[in-house]
């Protein structure tokens, strides 16, 4: 099993796990853009296979949750694990969602589906800016209020769009503590 690391470290933060048949420069600009904006170094894995375990017939969507479930079950690596799928995410409260992740817990997963523009570079952005903001969410980061910043709640394509690929100050202060407490530096 090969690794592609981002970052000087040998040590991997993050493991940024493609899920099924998903765009592999996706998941490098994912990764790349952990280990640049908030300083995580990142290793994007080879591919898992499909989620067929969290498929939901009714509503031809997948669950979020149960893949979250089993990116945590996955103990070899590093600390925290990214899943990155193509297929449709939904929880059971919202029809969809761009990503999920678990407060301060281990695991998170992000969607390419509805991210897609005939612009590929539109495509990356979007997705590296999901990325950042699901671990914003493992490192303990809730919801922002400031309305352009990452960490602030994003339920539809423009507002995504809207925003630019940076944390307030305040949020990146909390992310520097969480990095400092978790790991033992700043």
């Given at each position: 099993?090969?690794?592609?690391?981002?970052?000087?470290?040998?040590?991997?933060?993050?493991?940024?796990?493609?899920?099924?048949?998903?765009?592999?420069?996706?998941?490098?600009?994912?990764a790349?853009?952990?280990?640049?904006?908030?300083?995580?170094?990142?290793?994007?894995l080879?591919?898992?296979?499909?989620?067929?375990?969290?498929?939901l017939?009714?509503?031809?969507?997948?669950?979020a949750?149960?893949?979250?479930?089993?990116?945590?079950?996955?103990?070899?690596?590093?600390?925290?694990?990214?899943?990155?799928?193509?297929?449709?995410?939904?929880?059971?409260?919202?029809?969809?969602?761009?990503?999920?992740?678990?407060?301060?817990?281990?695991?998170?997963?992000?969607?390419?589906?509805?991210?897609?523009?005939?612009?590929?570079?539109?495509?990356?952005?979007?997705?590296?800016?999901?990325?950042?903001?699901?671990?914003?969410?493992?490192?303990?980061?809730?919801?922002?209020?400031?309305?352009?910043?990452?960490?602030?709640?994003?339920s539809?394509?423009?507002?995504?769009?809207?925003?630019?690929?940076?944390?307030?100050?305040?949020?990146?202060?909390?992310?520097?503590?969480?990095?400092?407490?978790?790991?033992?530096?700043?």
């Amino acid at each position: 099993m090969t690794r592609h690391r981002h970052g000087t470290s040998e040590e991997s933060h993050v493991d940024v796990v493609p899920i099924g048949r998903v765009d592999v420069l996706a998941v490098s600009v994912v990764a790349a853009n952990l280990q640049t904006l908030i300083g995580l170094n990142a290793a994007a894995l080879p591919p898992h296979p499909d989620p067929e375990y969290a498929y939901l017939p009714l509503r031809s969507q997948y669950a979020a949750g149960e893949i979250i479930k089993a990116l945590e079950s996955i103990h070899e690596g590093a600390r925290f694990k990214l899943g990155v799928v193509q297929c449709d995410l939904c929880t059971p409260i919202l029809k969809f969602v761009f990503g999920e992740s678990q407060l301060g817990g281990k695991a998170a997963v992000i969607s390419l589906h509805r991210l897609r523009d005939k612009d590929s570079a539109l495509t990356y952005l979007r997705a590296a800016k999901i990325g950042l903001h699901e671990t914003g969410h493992l490192l303990g980061i809730g919801h922002c209020r400031t309305p352009d910043c990452l960490m602030a709640f994003v339920s539809s394509i423009d507002k995504l769009d809207s925003l630019p690929s940076r944390f307030c100050s305040a949020c990146k202060y909390e992310i520097s503590r969480s990095l400092k407490h978790i790991f033992g530096r700043t």
